[in-house]
């Protein structure tokens, strides 16, 4: 079953349009803002199986974990964020075509190699 459709990610434009109204100059990133826009990054169309793809710094991490912030899906690793992060989010899009399941969550390598860190140490 497929319970989310499409995600969209602010373009170039939607961006511009934010960063020239932000009047806060004391920041050095504005991470995740620009770095999937680079790439062309605009929008995921999911199929029952859907694969990310792209060499180191194409936004693949970024991208699925905008995507679990935007669905609130649950997460067990810490993961990089900005001050920025949640407006960024607020201006991703998503279709939704049937209610994702309560206990859902992303499962990323960080989380698999904390386990199996984890099983090392009790042995």
């Known amino acids: 079953m497929i319970y989310l459709s499409t995600f969209t990610f602010p373009n170039e ?10 009047k806060r100059t004391c920041y050095d990133t ?12 605009a929008r995921i169309d999911f199929e029952p199986i859907t694969i990310l793809y792209g060499g180191n710094g194409s936004g ?5 974990n905008v995507i ?5 899906i649950l997460r067990d690793s810490i993961y990089n964020k900005s001050n920025f992060y949640s407006d960024y989010v607020n201006m ?5 075509e049937d209610d994702i399941p309560e206990n859902s969550r992303i499962i990323t390598s960080d989380d698999v190699f904390d386990y199996i860190l984890n099983i090392r140490n009790l042995l």
């Open 68 to 72: 679990a912030e935007k669905t609130k």
């Open 13 to 22: 434009d939607m961006e511009f349009d934010f960063l020239i109204e932000e």
């Open 92 to 96: 991703c899009g998503m279709q939704i």
């Open 60 to 64: 693949k991490s970024t991208a699925l």
């Open 30 to 41: 504005f991470y995740p803002f620009k770095g999937l826009s680079k790439h062309n990054f």
